[in-house]
Nanobody
Framework: QVQLVESGGGSVQAGDSLRLSCTASGRTFSRYAMGWFRQVPGKEREIVATISRSGITYYTDSAKGRFTISRDNAKNTVYLQMNSLKPEDPAVYFC???????????????????WGQGTQVTVSS
C-alpha cells in the first residue's frame, strides 16, 4: 500500500504558475503509474495528466502546452508544473497511483488504486 501527500496548491492570478508535488510513502514508487486529476464541486473527477513508469506522458487538451508532469523516483515524487493558469483551472487537484506495466497509464479516475487528499488551486482573473 502507498500513501500519497500533495502539496503546492494555492491562490494565484491568471497567467501565474504553480508547481504541485505529490510524495509517496514506501519503497515501491517506481512500480506505480502516476496521474494528476482535478475536481470541482458537482462534477466528476477529471484527468489532467499522467505519467507511466517509463516516463511516457499524457495530457488532456486543456493541459497541453501549459502543464508538465514529471516524476523523480529517487524522491518518490511526481510533479505537475502548471504555467499560464486560467480562470477555468481552479479545482482540487489530486494525485493518483496504480501499479501497471512500464508503459501503462491511468486512463480515468476509476482505475486508480490510491489517492492523495487533494490540494486546492484557486485562480483569480
Amino acid at each position: 500500500q502507498v500513501q500519497l501527500v500533495e502539496s503546492g496548491g494555492g491562490s494565484v492570478q491568471a497567467g501565474d504558475s504553480l508547481r504541485l508535488s505529490c510524495t509517496a510513502s514506501g519503497r515501491t514508487f517506481s512500480r506505480y503509474a502516476m496521474g494528476w486529476f482535478r475536481q470541482v464541486p458537482g462534477k466528476e473527477r477529471e484527468i489532467v495528466a499522467t505519467i507511466s513508469r517509463s516516463g511516457i506522458t499524457y495530457y488532456t487538451d486543456s493541459a497541453k502546452g501549459r502543464f508538465t508532469i514529471s516524476r523523480d523516483n529517487a524522491k518518490n515524487t511526481v510533479y505537475l508544473q502548471m504555467n499560464s493558469l486560467k480562470p477555468e483551472d481552479p479545482a482540487v487537484y489530486f494525485c493518483a497511483a496504480k501499479i501497471l506495466s512500464a508503459y501503462g497509464a491511468i486512463s480515468y479516475f476509476g482505475e486508480a488504486d490510491y489517492w492523495g487528499q487533494g490540494t486546492q488551486v484557486t485562480v483569480s482573473s
